[in-house]
Structures are given as structure tokens and as C-alpha cells.
């Protein structure tokens, strides 16, 4: 069964540390979707790539977040200096252009900044 | 870019009863409307889509409702269950743009037994 795998589960770091989350896409998918949910904004589209080419990151917050694809297995999303206001739950989800089809989501990564 | 408002934010019915949540979308040429449920703690998940040639598609409980002209499609559960309650996210995917989806806000959705 495949899925789209994130770490880690739960991030509890302290204001101004970096914090990094890792994103696992499904095989053979080439885009890969970065979003953060709260409970008021509901999801939010951070960052997207399709092919390892970054096509949209206007809803990142560019100078403390990052979003690369080093390499097609590997998505991260890097948080420097992190805040309080950054806590929320993010989750990576991938899928395959050329095919309209679902996105498929990972468990996400809860990140609590104190 | 696509805009996709979705509502309501919250609803709750007795189990049983129908729900519907409605979503309209801005762009014309968006051609797919997958619906994820979102169960607390979890991930969304899709549960039904359907494409811009079809007006309608039914699975089990589910089904979903499209109007093209309209630009608005609907999520209708019936026989509602307590375990139907979760969170919903409608979206809307534009051709052409690499699969990059248009959530909606989400509605919670409360089955009171």
C-alpha cells in the first residue's frame, strides 16, 4: 500500500530553533505539495513542486521558511527561526501530473513552538 | 489563480438525517472535484471526485453533485452515521497547472447519535 511517508510525527522545539520536516512522496509521483493546517485557516498551500522544480511558494512565508527537493524521494521544509505562530500541523502530499487524479496525503507533522 | 469557498464551516445532524456541504469554485476551466475527509488526528483522504463531464456520481451514502454552469458542485451524505463526523474539504484542480489543487475551508460535520 503505497504512501506518502512524513517525519517526524510530533515536533516540540523551542522559539527560534530550526526545525526540519521530511516528506517521503508516493513512487512514481512528480509533484509533491506542502500545507499547513489550523484550525482557522484550514489548509494551506505552502509550496508545490512538480519535478523537483519549485512552481508556487507565494504562500510561504520566505524569510524564515524553505522548501527544497533535493533529490525524487526526499521533500523538506525548513523552519528558521521558528515561532509560535508556526505551530500548526504540516502535511506533504504528492501526486502525478499528466493524470488528473487525487492528491494523497501523509500523516503530517504536528510542530509546537514554545 | 482558482478560488474555492466552501460552507458551511460547521453543521450538525441527528443520525440519520441527510447532510450537504456546498462549494463553489471561480474558475471555469477546473475540470476535477475530489472531496477528502478529514477525521481528528488524521489525514485527509479523498472519498469521492468527479469530473467536469459527469453531473453526478453516487457511492454507497455519498454522493456528489456538479453544475458546471453554476461553477458549484455538492458533497450530500445520507443515512448519516457518528462516524461520518470528521472535517470535509471540497477542491478543485485546474488543467494545465500540474495538478495543484484549490482547497476549500473545510466544514466540520457533527452525526449526534
Known amino acids: 500500500d503505497a504512501r506518502v511517508t512524513q517525519t517526524p510525527r510530533h515536533k516540540v522545539t523551542e522559539m527560534g530553533q530550526e526545525v526540519t520536516m521530511r516528506c517521503q512522496p508516493i513512487?512514481?509521483?512528480?509533484?509533491v505539495f506542502w500545507y499547513r493546517q489550523t484550525m482557522m485557516q484550514g489548509l494551506e498551500l505552502l509550496a508545490y513542486?512538480?519535478?523537483?522544480?519549485?512552481?508556487?511558494d507565494s504562500g510561504m512565508p520566505k524569510d524564515r521558511f524553505s522548501a527544497e527537493m533535493p533529490d525524487a524521494t526526499l521533500a523538506t521544509l525548513k523552519i528558521q527561526p521558528s515561532e509560535p505562530r508556526d505551530s500548526a500541523v504540516y502535511f506533504c502530499?504528492?501526486?502525478?501530473?499528466?493524470?488528473?487524479?487525487?492528491?494523497?496525503f501523509g500523516q503530517g507533522t504536528r510542530l509546537t513552538v514554545v | 489563480g482558482e478560488n474555492v469557498e466552501q460552507h458551511p464551516s460547521t453543521l450538525s445532524v441527528q443520525e440519520g438525517d441527510s447532510a450537504v456541504i456546498k462549494c463553489t469554485y471561480s474558475?471555469?476551466?477546473?475540470?476535477?472535484f475530489p472531496w477528502y475527509k478529514q477525521e481528528l488526528g488524521k489525514r485527509p483522504q479523498l472519498i469521492i471526485d468527479?469530473?467536469?463531464?459527469?453531473g453526478e456520481k453516487k457511492d454507497q451514502r455519498i454522493a456528489v453533485t456538479l453544475n458546471k454552469t453554476a461553477k458549484h458542485f455538492s458533497l450530500h451524505i445520507t443515512e448519516t452515521q457518528p462516524e461520518d463526523s470528521a472535517v470535509y474539504f471540497c477542491?478543485?484542480?485546474?488543467?494545465?497547472?500540474?495538478?495543484?489543487?484549490?482547497f476549500g475551508t473545510g466544514t466540520s460535520l457533527t452525526v449526534i447519535p
Open positions: 502530499a504528492s501526486g502525478f501530473d499528466g493524470v488528473v487524479t487525487e492528491a494523497f
Open positions: 513512487l512514481g509521483h512528480n509533484t
Open positions: 513542486f512538480r519535478n523537483r522544480a519549485p512552481l508556487d
Open positions: 474558475d471555469s476551466a477546473s475540470n476535477y
Open positions: 468527479i469530473r467536469s463531464n459527469v
Open positions: 477542491a478543485a484542480l485546474r488543467p494545465n497547472t500540474g495538478n495543484q489543487f484549490y
